[in-house]
């Protein structure tokens, strides 16, 4: 399967809400972190966790805002 490609067509009212869950699934994320970071022990391996994922749905997202701007 070396090569192939997954074809996705979206209207740009379904590829915003795809942005929007993503947003808030990284916001939900940052305030995961924070609520952890408050108690009075922390799981740092969590903590990053959190950070990490945060970060990939934040490229995400601006990945798919950017494909958005190139179909407009």
Known sequence: ???AKITVELR???LDDIVDA???YADDCANDREILQSMPRVDRDTV???L????ALQTLASFLQ????ESE
């Open 1 to 3: 399967m070396d090569g």
């Open 12 to 14: 740009p009212d379904q």
């Open 22 to 24: 993503v947003l808030a």
């Open 48 to 50: 990053s966790e959190l």
């Open 52 to 55: 990490r994922r945060e970060s």
């Open 66 to 69: 950017h494909v958005q701007e």
